[in-house]
């Protein structure tokens, strides 16, 4: 089954809750940085569609926007210089208030700050309706935003979860012995048909799945393009726009 963030971003986004004035998200990032100024297209396209305002701040320009007219802020980029997110607006989990509630563990809902990626990867397995109880599930990639509060979202619902970094050993065969494998290093062409099984589930988050070796082999399979982006995106605003 091919798993696309299309589908279930949009019953997201059905959920919104529709006030006559949406708070605003405030963007900030660096123009040289080329990604960052792809995910800024998009979520102004996705904000404008769905009437939340989007403020987008290069870093080192004035953003005039008040703090009470938002509803959430989000750094695309490494900033040059420390900024400080206020807790009630960090909607990507980059403070030290969400790490509390995801180490505590919850098993509805999310708490509160999840980062987004992490949150989109339990969303699209329970969208497909694909249990993660009592499954072995391998995350290749530890980091603050996606590896590690990933884990804890899946910890929480009893998954048995091991992670996967760059000096691991024996990664061919942990990544076989998986229910699911969600990778998220950023190393391309690190999973081909000598790291899956056809029983599993494979979501390639960064692009490190040879996606023509990988996909006819698995039974479930969530390509880079159409994949978790789509449902990133959304679960950004809904933290935006909170419940």
């Known amino acids: 089954m091919l798993l696309t963030g299309k589908e279930p971003a949009q019953k997201l ?3 919104l809750p529709k006030r006559e004035e949406m708070p605003g998200l405030l963007a900030m990032y660096d123009p040289k940085d080329v990604p960052a100024g792809w995910y800024v297209k998009t979520i102004l396209r996705e904000g404008n569609a ?13 953003c005039p926007v008040p703090l009470e007219r938002l509803g959430g802020m989000i750094l695309l980029s490494k900033p040059p210089y420390p900024i400080c997110i206020p807790e009630k607006l960090d909607v990507d989990g980059m403070g030290t208030g969400g790490y509390a509630a995801l180490y505590a563990g919850q098993k509805e809902g999310f708490p509160k700050n999840t980062p987004c990626t992490a949150e989109a990867c339990v969303r699209l397995l329970d969208y497909y309706s694909i249990p993660v109880s009592g499954k072995h599930v391998v995350i290749l990639g530890r980091s ?3 590896g590690r509060p990933l884990a804890m979202l899946l910890m929480s ?3 048995t979860v091991t992670i996967c970094h760059s000096k691991s050993q024996h990664l061919s ?4 012995s998986a229910d699911i494998l969600i990778c998220a290093t950023g190393k391309s062409g ?9 029983w599993q589930t494979v979501i390639n988050i ?3 799945v040879i ?6 082999l698995v039974q479930n399979f969530c390509p880079l393009r159409g994949g978790i982006g789509a449902l990133t995106t959304a679960v950004l605003f809904r933290h935006v726009v909170g419940n």
């Open 157 to 159: 619902r009893d998954a």
């Open 13 to 15: 986004y059905e959920t």
């Open 190 to 198: 690190l999973v081909g048909r000598e790291q899956v099984s056809p």
């Open 50 to 62: 769905h009437g939340i305002p989007v403020y987008a701040c290069p870093f080192g320009t004035d």
């Open 144 to 146: 603050l935003t996606v």
């Open 173 to 176: 065969e942990l990544c076989q």
């Open 211 to 216: 996606e023509e070796e990988v996909q006819p």
């Open 206 to 208: 960064g692009g490190e």
